[in-house]
């Protein structure tokens, strides 16, 4: 894939390291929990480009025609509408170059930066406001270059194959196979401010919650208003069946989602959805072939978390037979546990569902989007 550079838009000054574009993470947006410290949303050498307006100005949902809102592809009432420009570029903080913080900024959050106040951030050449770094509590971390102030421009010489995902084209689902890169559904959060670095708890991870919520929003459109069920007896039953059976009617002969993609046996013909992974790359979906195509609704997880659905990864905390002989020391921890069962992020999800036609069209829907969770 090809490697760019941004650049001021004012000067010329260069603002970034050579960076290769991957898919927006669903997660770009996520606000989890209170006072946890979340990591960078970005790996290092990669950006990735919101395809939707961002940051200030801001409307309420009263003051927006809904004619207009359906025109940007939101099709239920939302808190409020962003007037900012389209195409702001993630990047990780670590990959900026020749900026410098606006000391007068009031973005200041409890912890760090916020961004909710615009570009806190300047072409250390020109001054020219350039980016917003975010890294207050229980937000991503990240920078987001404003695309009217910044330019793209090729780096000659560069694009060789990485872990990052550059080169000169994305990973084939082989490869990224062959690779493994999976997210576990269960990380150690910080705390912010924990200086000793032993104030954590483990929790369900924040990727797969953001995953989830999207996922959810998918599965309800894909239900008809009827009861749908997921593989039984693994991690998809836990993290899908209890909202899917909170929020669906039962009594109706369900319709089955399926795990599909590479790597794992066709699924049946009468399969009626798929929960297939997208390319960490280009965001596409992968598809399968033949009628299912077309008849099967798919529904979208990032890589990372269906590979661990698809492909888990059994954790054994004693031998498969038999158990340990007396007085020996183990050196394996048991396995961790989160404090709670699992919650889809309500947020990612209503998002989610408020840019899907359907909840336009389907009453049921549009109340689902009135509830508390």
């Known amino acids: 894939m090809s490697v760019f550079e941004f650049e001021c838009a004012g000067c010329g000054a260069a603002?970034?390291?050579?960076?290769?574009?991957?898919a927006l993470p669903v997660h770009a947006h996520q606000k989890y929990g209170n006072g946890a410290q979340l990591p960078v949303l970005m790996e290092p050498g990669t950006f990735a480009v919101d395809p939707e307006p961002w940051g200030p100005p801001?409307?309420?949902?009263?003051?927006v025609d809904p004619d207009e809102a359906a025109a940007r592809g939101i099709?239920?009432?939302?808190?409020?509408?962003?007037?900012?420009?389209?195409?702001?570029?993630?990047?990780?903080?670590?990959?900026?170059?020749?900026?410098?913080?606006?000391?007068?900024?009031?973005?200041?959050?409890?912890?760090?930066?916020?961004?909710?106040?615009?570009?806190n951030m300047l072409c250390e050449a020109c001054d020219l406001p350039v980016a917003t770094r975010v890294d207050d509590c229980s937000?991503?971390?990240?920078?987001?270059?404003?695309?009217?102030?910044?330019?793209?421009?090729?780096?000659?010489?560069?694009g060789e194959g990485t872990d990052t995902g550059t080169g000169d084209a994305p990973h084939s689902w082989a490869?990224?196979?062959?690779?493994?890169?999976?997210?576990?559904?269960?990380?150690?959060?910080?705390?912010?401010?924990?200086?000793?670095?032993?104030?954590?708890?483990?929790?369900?991870?924040?990727?797969?919650?953001?995953?989830?919520g999207r996922a959810l929003a998918h599965l309800l459109?894909?239900?008809?208003?009827?009861?749908?069920?997921?593989?039984?007896?693994?991690?998809?039953?836990?993290?899908?069946?209890?909202?899917?059976?909170?929020?669906?009617p039962a009594?109706?002969?369900?319709?089955?989602?399926?795990?599909?993609g590479p790597g794992l046996p066709v699924p049946a013909p009468h399969a009626d959805i798929l929960l297939v992974p997208t390319h960490p790359q280009t965001a596409e979906f992968w598809t399968p072939g033949g009628d299912l195509a077309t008849s099967a609704y798919s529904v979208p997880l990032p890589f990372g978390v269906w590979l661990w659905l698809a492909f888990p990864r059994p954790h054994l905390p004693i031998p498969a037979s038999g158990v340990m002989p007396p007085g020996t020391l183990r050196d394996d921890p048991?396995?961790?546990?989160a404090r709670h069962r699992f919650w889809a992020d309500e947020r990612v999800f209503r998002d989610t569902l408020f840019r899907l036609p359907a909840v336009r069209d389907d009453p049921w829907l549009r109340e689902i989007t009135s509830r508390r969770w």
């Open 15 to 22: 603002l970034t390291a050579p960076l290769s574009q991957v």
């Open 58 to 63: 801001r409307r309420m949902w009263e003051d």
């Open 75 to 119: 099709y239920a009432p939302v808190r409020a509408l962003s007037d900012g420009v389209t195409g702001a570029i993630a990047i990780a903080p670590g990959d900026s170059r020749g900026t410098l913080l606006i000391p007068e900024d009031g973005s200041a959050a409890c912890c760090g930066l916020g961004g909710g106040s615009g570009p």
């Open 139 to 158: 937000l991503w971390q990240v920078v987001w270059l404003a695309p009217n102030a910044v330019r793209r421009r090729p780096v000659e010489g560069e």
């Open 175 to 212: 490869e990224l196979l062959a690779a493994d890169k999976r997210t576990p559904p269960l990380e150690s959060i910080p705390r912010w401010g924990d200086r000793s670095g032993t104030y954590h708890f483990w929790s369900w991870s924040p990727r797969w919650e953001a995953a989830v």
């Open 221 to 248: 459109v894909a239900s008809r208003g009827g009861p749908v069920t997921v593989p039984h007896g693994g991690l998809a039953e836990e993290v899908f069946q209890p909202a899917l059976d909170a929020l669906l």
């Open 251 to 260: 009594g109706a002969t369900p319709r089955r989602a399926v795990l599909a």
């Open 334 to 337: 048991p396995p961790p546990r």
